[in-house]
């Protein structure tokens, strides 16, 4: 079992060939490719964690498509003052499939 630890938007993923994973939204059509760079390779017993190795490490992704995440609600309240503020978010986010570790 091969599979790599990369990094993707200021997170770790543990990815291998055919994991779709949720990155923060990267500028790049649907369809087209995209390298993650790789933090430890693991290809059975053998672990890699050199930075020198992991520097010819390819870890290839084809995007698949943006969204959005769900709507996470703020709310502030101070107590005794009538302040009251209620905010939304939505996270922009690309669905990435990796396609290729060598």
């Known amino acids: 079992m091969v599979y790599a630890v990369v ?8 990815v291998s060939v055919g994991t779709i994973v949720t990155l923060d939204r990267i500028k790049a059509v649907a369809g087209g490719k995209i390298e993650l760079h790789a933090l430890l390779l693991v290809d059975g017993d053998k672990v890699t964690s050199d930075a020198a190795s992991l520097a010819k490490v390819k870890v290839t992704a ?3 498509g943006d969204l959005r995440g ?3 609600i703020i709310q502030h309240y101070k107590n005794k003052t009538g302040f009251k503020r209620r905010m939304g978010f939505r996270a922009e ?10």
């Open 7 to 14: 990094r993707a938007g200021g997170r770790q993923e543990k």
């Open 62 to 64: 084809e995007v698949i």
């Open 70 to 72: 769900p709507k996470i």
């Open 93 to 102: 986010l690309t669905r990435v499939q990796v396609t290729e570790i060598k």
